[in-house]
T-cell receptor
């Protein structure tokens, strides 16, 4: 089975540009998470959805960041305008129903963003 | 505010040795403690997990030891192999949370042949 699919794998952009990161969760999974990974701060949860509804967006750093999940098989994380401090690896993860019992998150391979 | 503190940041172990990574937490309302393994260029993957009602869990060469009173838990890798070289993250989940994992900052393990 295909895992969590993220695109693009690498993105280099200039400060002020809009960046859109995409994620396709594993079919049948009803939880979707966006994490950001940096050397300084490690893995940070940005936002997560359950059944396409945002549950907790308290980790979204500021209004420049937005995330949507229009259907069960697709989510986007958008940064507008981007800044150099947004440079990081962004991970999408999904989990099946019963997350409280199983606890396992399935991560994609990440999107490495560099903002010049 | 970091709620899960992980040490060491990096670790070098000889093949066949024991690798030990430690984590400490402050929030007593955590109810699930997983360890994730990440290889370069890949996303983290669940390695092993424990709930606070047990003190130890073993899966193959990997063991979690959990000390509820000290609010500490550790990962032991027995007979470490070069293929175990990766970054390891401990994490904790708040009771009542559906999936919000709080991760430690990671330990980069290198196993020398």
């Amino acid at each position: 089975d295909a895992g969590v699919i993220q695109s693009p794998r690498h993105e280099v952009t200039e400060m002020g540009q809009e960046v859109t990161l995409r994620c396709k969760p594993i079919s049948g999974h009803d939880y979707l998470f966006w994490y950001r990974q940096t050397m300084m701060r490690g893995l940070e949860l940005l936002i997560y959805f359950n059944n396409n509804v945002p549950i907790d967006d308290s980790g979204m750093p500021e209004d420049r960041f937005s995330a949507k999940m229009p259907n069960a098989s697709f989510s986007t994380l958008k940064i507008q305008p981007s800044e150099p401090r947004d440079s990081a690896v962004y991970f999408c993860a999904s989990s099946p129903p019963g997350l409280r019992r199983t606890g396992e998150l399935f991560f994609g391979e990440g999107s490495r963003l560099t903002v010049l | 505010q970091q709620q899960v503190k992980q040490s060491p940041q990096s670790l070098i172990v000889q093949k066949g040795g024991i690798s030990i990574i430690n984590c400490a937490y402050e929030n007593t309302a955590f109810d699930y403690f997983p360890w994730y393994q990440q290889f370069p260029g890949k996303g983290p993957a669940l390695l092993i997990a424990i709930r606070p009602d047990v003190s130890e869990k073993k899966e193959g060469r990997f063991t979690i030891s959990f000390n509820k009173s000290a609010k500490q838990f550790s990962l032991h890798i027995m007979d470490s192999q070069p293929g175990d070289s990766a970054t390891y993250f401990c994490a904790a989940r708040a009771r009542g949370s559906q999936g919000n994992l709080i991760f430690g900052k990671g330990t980069k393990l290198s196993v020398k042949p």
